[in-house]
């Protein structure tokens, strides 16, 4: 993958990375504060507010109770009316406030079933108490010692009203326990995967700078081993595989370049040899007019023919001074018109070198 990138996007990995891996991090680091608060807000404004609404349920109807006492003592011990009243009065308007916490309660868990069921429940046993409270208060006006006997139905309809209320506190009580537990497990999880998340995003960071700083090295090492084989003389261009950026086209040009003057060296090399054949082919010609008898224009047409041999000679001198300067090379088969076999050593290369060189000598 690595090699099919250029070196801008190569660099640019690592740090891009890092960006991903931060934006992750802060994005579940918000999600975790974001789930804190609303666990938070449930505790505060839903467990807390309906854990009391059932305590003031519970506390008011025990002085609603007490009230209704209150009232069949005073009636019984004949109080003036307008302090029966006034206490009538005030019983009346705690029943009505008890209505309303009832009524905002049931509201208020319209979504939780669990909680409403016991809310109706309570409300239900509640409105029964009242109506046989009412019945007491009704019976005491006209005879004491029937609304002593009344007072005993209201008092088990309130124990009904006290079971209720007690279940509906309970059950708040355990749902503000179960949200702070699910809120302090949440906490420690966020406790410890933010940690991990940060250990998780350096390593993979500097995993993906390791494998960039491996390959751009290793791309630097090819193109310094070839100009270093260049300097010793060796063309040998090996089989490799080439990347995509801009290291590995230096590196194609490069070895594109040594294998064309692999190439114009052996056609060199062909061309000294063939310049010596030619040179010992003309100085053969010119030896064998020598041994023939001649005439004097033969003998200057052999004048021509040894100039012509001089030259020759020179030019085989040349060519073997060019063949030994080629030969100082390694060359590389791969680029020659007659490749050899490409799993030749180069010792064989080299001794195919030297045959080139001792034919133009010859």
């Known amino acids: ?52 609404a059932a305590d003031d349920l519970v506390i008011n109807a ?11 003592t005073w009636i019984n011990a004949s109080f003036s009316a307008p302090r029966v009243d006034g206490l009538l009065r005030d019983m009346h308007a705690r029943h009505a406030a008890l209505d309303s916490q009832f009524a905002r309660l049931e509201m208020s868990t319209q979504s939780q079933p669990a909680e409403q069921r016991y809310v109706v429940q309570s409300q239900a046993a509640y409105a029964l108490y009242v109506k046989a409270v009412a ?51 949440e906490f420690v999880t966020l406790k410890t995967m933010m940690p991990l998340l940060v250990i998780v995003s350096i390593a993979l960071s500097l995993l993906v700078t390791l494998h960039v700083r491996r390959a751009l090295l290793r791309e630097l090492q090819d193109i310094g081993s070839a100009a270093s084989k260049l300097a010793q003389g060796n063309l040998t261009v090996p089989q490799r595989s080439y990347g995509s950026d801009e290291i590995a086209d230096t590196a194609r040009t490069l070895d594109g370049s040594i294998r064309n003057l692999n190439a114009t060296l052996r056609n060199i090399l062909s061309s000294a040899q063939t310049i010596g054949s030619a040179s010992r082919l003309i100085a053969a010609g010119t030896a064998d007019l020598h041994i023939s008898g001649l005439d004097n224009a033969s ?7 040894e ?30 018109t007659e490749p050899s076999d490409p799993a030749e050593p180069a010792g064989a290369q080299k001794r195919s070198s030297r045959k080139h060189l001792s034919a133009v000598r010859n």
């Open 135 to 185: 019945d007491v208060v009704e019976l005491s006006m006209a005879d004491h010692s029937m609304a002593a006997n009344a007072m005993s139905k209201a008092e088990r309809s309130f124990d009904v009203v006290a079971k209720r209320l007690d279940e509906l506190a309970r059950l708040e009580q355990s749902l503000s326990v179960s949200a702070y537990e699910v809120t302090e497990s």
């Open 62 to 72: 025990h002085k609603a109770h007490a009230e209704a006492y209150q009232l069949l």
């Open 307 to 336: 100039q012509a041999a001089m030259a020759a000679s020179s030019l085989q001198q040349q060519a073997v001074d060019l063949s030994e300067a080629v030969a100082k090379f390694k060359l590389d088969d791969y680029s020659s």
């Open 299 to 305: 003998q200057q047409k052999l004048a021509l023919v």
């Open 1 to 52: 993958m690595l090699s099919k990138l250029r070196i801008g996007p190569k660099l640019l990995l690592a740090p891009g990375l890092v960006l991903i891996l931060l934006l992750v991090l802060s994005i579940g680091a918000y999600a975790g504060l974001l789930r804190q608060h609303q666990q938070l807000e449930e505790m505060v404004q839903l467990r807390a507010v309906r854990l009391k």
